[in-house]
């Protein structure tokens, strides 16, 4: 009898990961986008990111306290990862008061109203950028120029400049000398907002959760390769009213969208079958509404939508459970 097995409920593997490591390894992961982003806007950049990320920690804590009444969680990073990933979608120049009014939207309706962390639908950084947006287009709209740009206060995003002139009618062709190249837009030369400029650094930060287990590859590679093929192919159909894909992988918000906040565990499916129609749907969604809706950027969009589906795939995309017949 002494020899008889204990069988214990799942899970049966363990790991020296916890909440609190996950969400400070994608802060660290960030740390060379956000430096970065100093270097172009200056002081502007580290008062969005201050202000965004003592807002977020201070609305978790004060509506965990005294509307929730539970113990404040404010220290396991999750409200400041939220902060940081606020200020990485907004221009450098957005005022202070609207930086709390989307922290406020982004923890008290995108994340505490839901139950908080592991129980929101939505990712918690685009519910308060998309409220900025539609409720303040203007500022949402204003880019002030890098200081690296001579005789400039503001100007235009690349997908903006792209955007109006396929509007008004002028070929890709005319538009190239007012774009960017290629590698401007990669080592992060262009207006935008804080982490839609630094694409080898969100790269850079992409190998370090690869490395750490923080993500896996399939949602990232998933959603750039579909924004690649989709608009790849409407580049070969008519280049003089499309650009070609590898300008959309590098402007907007395609690398932050995919690597940071496509792949949130709590509102991304569980599967890498899900996963795939996940992130298919995202990139779809982008370059529709890049080339055909009202706005020049749609990952944020893209996204929202298809948290809405997570559920849908975790229920319906299962692998076989062990034991089960086929």
């Known amino acids: 009898m002494n020899k008889l ?6 899970p049966h593997m363990h790991s020296s990961d916890s909440v609190n490591k996950i969400m400070y390894r994608v802060i660290f992961a960030l740390v060379p986008a956000l430096a970065w ?5 200056g002081l502007e950049a580290v008062r969005v990111t201050l202000i965004a990320v003592a807002a977020c920690v ?28 606020l200020a990485f979608n907004v221009p450098a120049s957005l005022p202070t008061w609207m930086i709390v009014v989307g922290a406020l939207v982004a923890v008290g309706v995108g994340k505490l109203s839901f139950g908080g962390l592991g129980n929101n639908p939505f990712n918690p950084a685009l519910v308060g950028r998309v409220f900025l947006l539609i409720s303040f287009p203007v500022d949402m709209t204003i880019w002030p120029a890098t200081r690296h740009v001579v005789d400039a206060t503001t100007t235009a995003t690349p997908l903006a400049v792209l955007k109006e002139g396929v509007k008004n009618g002028t070929p890709v062709a005319d538009l ?4 960017p190249a290629n590698m401007d837009l990669f080592y992060g030369n262009m207006p935008g907002s804080l982490g839609e400029i630094s694409a080898i650094f969100l790269l850079l930060g992409f190998g370090y959760m690869l490395w750490k287990k923080v993500i896996t590859w399939h949602i990232p590679v998933f959603v750039l390769g579909t924004i690649f093929v989709f608009q790849g192919g409407l580049w070969l159909i008519n280049p003089e009213k499309y650009i070609e894909p590898v300008f959309h992988l590098l402007t907007g918000g395609a690398m932050l969208g995919a690597i940071y906040m ?11 079958k899900g996963q795939f129609f996940y992130a298919a749907g995202i ?3 982008t370059v529709l509404i890049r080339n055909f809706g009202a706005y020049p950027e749609g990952i944020s969009f893209a996204i929202l939508i298809m948290n809405g589906f997570t559920p849908l795939f975790n229920a319906y995309i299962k692998p076989k459970r062990f034991g089960g017949q086929k």
Request: proline letters at 7%.
């Open 176 to 179: 190239m000398p007012d774009l």
């Open 37 to 41: 982003s100093v270097f172009m806007f």
């Open 283 to 285: 990139g779809v969604i």
């Open 5 to 10: 097995l204990t069988i214990s409920p799942s």
């Open 262 to 272: 496509a792949t949130d565990m709590v509102t991304s499916p569980m599967t890498h």
């Open 58 to 85: 201070a609305f978790e804590y004060l509506i965990q306290k005294f509307i929730m009444k539970e113990v404040p969680k404010i220290t396991d990073g999750s409200a400041a990862l939220t902060g940081i990933l």
